[in-house]
């Protein structure tokens, strides 16, 4: 990018010199391990939701790179605010073989499966200019032969969640925020949503939500951080 050329890059998180994410912060970032049911909150193995749990959520299970703490809200802050591709590939270089090895052993148990980015709203991704979502789910995509698809989008009539401070209010909003695209092609599937960051799963369920009404056989969820 066109700034990287005039100002030396500096840590997103503590502002050090040098790099976009410095050595000191990278340590700080914790694998997320064992992985967890969305539902229960208990391990479970490559986070697939417990079957006793499956009832709860329409997703089959979530699998997630680091906890979402510490230096990691900085981050994914910085990414998204300032449009650094050379930040986002730091992101992922800093991801260890063993954390990329359990969605290698996911790979061979969900042979077949498309990628889906959470949807941005169109307004916030024209005033942030991108989705960083979509940074994560095209490089899962790329790392694991999985096809990138375009199913959904956001529904305009619904508002961004964090201008909604009431939390009835903001639980009936997520409902119906997304819809899917007309001719997609989703009965039988199987699709892995991609997000940068799930906190509760709720936004998350209810893409898969509108994946399962349209007849997505299993729906997955992976993320960058998780909280
Ligand atoms: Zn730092
Ligand atoms: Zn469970």
């Known amino acids: 990018m066109f700034s990287e050329l005039f100002y030396p890059s500096s840590c ?25 049911c969305v539902v229960c909150g ?4 490559y986070g697939f939701t417990h079957p006793a749990c499956q009832g709860k959520t329409a997703l089959d299970g979530v699998l997630s790179i680091f906890h979402y703490e510490g230096v990691l809200p900085a981050l994914l802050k910085g990414i998204k ?11 992922l270089q800093v991801v260890k073989p063993a954390e990329i090895e359990k969605f290698y052993h996911f790979r061979r148990i969900v042979r077949d499966a498309d990628i889906q980015a959470i949807p941005l709203h169109s307004q916030r991704q024209k005033a942030r200019g991108f989705n960083q979502s979509i940074v994560f789910a095209r490089w899962f995509s790329h790392l694991f032969g999985y096809s990138f698809v375009n199913f959904l989008e956001r529904n305009k009539a619904a508002m961004p969640q964090a201008s909604i401070h009431n939390r009835a209010l903001r639980r009936g909003n997520i ?53």
């Open 81 to 91: 605010y300032r449009l650094v591709t050379s930040a986002q590939r730091e992101m």
């Open 175 to 227: 409902k119906n925020s997304y819809i899917l695209k007309e001719n997609s092609l989703v009965i039988g599937k199987t699709i892995i949503l991609v997000d940068d960051v799930i906190t509760t799963g709720a936004t998350m369920n209810e893409a898969a939500l509108v994946l399962k009404r349209a007849g997505a056989k299993k729906v997955f969820g992976f993320s960058y951080a998780r909280g």
């Open 42 to 45: 208990k391990a479970s193995l």
């Open 12 to 36: 997103l998180s503590c502002g050090k010199l040098g790099s976009y994410i410095c050595l000191r912060c990278e340590s700080k970032m914790r694998e997320y391990n064992p992985d967890r």
